[in-house]
C-alpha cells in the first residue's frame, strides 16, 4: 500500500506517528511524507543551533533525516511558511487558504496512488492552529473527492494514556498500538530534530525537576482513530495486528 503521512510541521511524524510509520515501512509497507512547512516558526534550539532566518532550511534537513530513520520512501515540502510565535506563545495557522491546500493535497494522493491517508486529529491535539488546517483540510478533500479513501488520525483518546495533554478528545480510539518493536528508530528519528530537543524536554523536565533526555519522553504506545474508509485496512496489517494492545471494537463487542 502506499500510505501518506500529511502534517503541518517537521517533528510532528515522528512524534506523533513514528512508531507506526517504523513498523509499516519495516513490513514492507510505501510510507510517504508530505509536510506543510519546514517548521521556520518554532525554536532554533537551546543553545540555539541557527539563527531564524536558517531555521527552515535546518528543519528540512532534520525531517529528511528522520524520514530516513523511519524508513520513509519519499518526502516533499509545500511551499507554506510556519508563523513565528507570537506573544504569550500565541500559535497560527500556516495558511488561511484551504481551497488551495486543498487541491495540493489531492493533486499529491492522485500522483502517489495514496491508499491510506494520516493526520493531525480533529482537536490539532493540544489546540494547534496549523495542526487544526491539516485535519480540516484533509476532511474536506475527502469529502469532495475521496470518500472512499481510508484515513486516520493520530493522537487518539484512550483512559490509558501517559499524555492526556496531547490527545484529541474528541477523536475515540479505535485501537492502541505498541511500538516497543521500533522504539529504537522512533528514538533515533526524533534525535534528527535537534534544533526541538530542549522543547521536546522542556515539560517533563520541568514535572521531574530534573533535566531528562530525548530518548525518555518518546511515546511507546500510540493511538489511532478510524476517520473514514471502508475497512480499517492497517489494522489487518499482520505486524499492526500483533502489536495492538487496546482494540475497541472487541471491547464494545464484550
Request: glycine share 8%.
Amino acid at each position: 500500500m502506499n500510505i501518506l503521512a500529511f502534517f503541518a510541521h517537521p517533528d510532528d511524524e515522528t512524534m506523533l506517528g513514528g512508531g507506526l510509520f517504523a513498523l509499516l515501512s519495516k513490513a514492507g509497507q510505501k510510507v510517504h511524507y508530505l509536510c506543510c512547512t519546514r517548521g521556520e516558526g518554532g525554536e532554533c534550539g537551546d543553545p540555539p543551533i541557527c539563527s531564524q532566518e536558517q531555521l527552515g532550511q535546518v528543519r528540512a534537513k532534520e525531517l529528511a533525516c528522520a524520514v530516513k530513520e523511519l524508513g520513509g520512501i519519499s518526502l516533499d515540502f509545500l511551499n507554506y511558511v510556519d508563523p513565528l510565535v507570537g506573544k504569550e506563545n500565541a500559535l497560527f495557522s500556516f495558511t488561511k487558504d484551504h481551497k488551495k491546500l486543498s487541491l495540493e493535497l489531492a493533486d499529491y494522493l492522485k500522483k502517489y496512488e495514496i491508499d491510506v491517508l494520516i493526520t493531525h486529529g480533529s482537536n490539532g491535539e493540544y489546540g494547534h492552529p496549523g495542526h487544526l488546517t491539516v485535519y480540516q483540510v484533509a476532511k474536506d478533500t475527502i469529502e469532495r473527492e475521496f470518500s472512499a479513501l481510508n484515513w486516520y488520525t493520530t493522537q487518539a483518546f484512550y483512559e490509558e494514556s501517559s499524555k492526556p495533554h496531547l490527545l484529541n478528545k474528541h477523536d475515540a480510539a479505535d485501537w492502541v498500538i505498541d511500538t516497543t518493536a521500533v522504539l529504537e528508530e522512533k528514538i533515533k528519528a526524533a534525535m534528527c530534530h535537534k534544533s526541538q530537543k530542549a522543547l521536546f524536554v522542556r515539560r517533563k523536565s520541568k514535572e521531574s525537576g530534573k533535566p531528562v533526555r530525548v530518548a525518555d519522553v518518546i511515546q511507546i504506545e500510540e493511538s489511532y482513530f478510524f476517520a473514514n474508509g471502508n475497512s480499517d485496512v492497517l489494522k489487518n496489517i499482520p505486524v499492526v495486528k500483533e502489536n495492538i494492545i487496546f482494540d475497541r471494537k472487541q471491547k464494545n463487542e464484550v
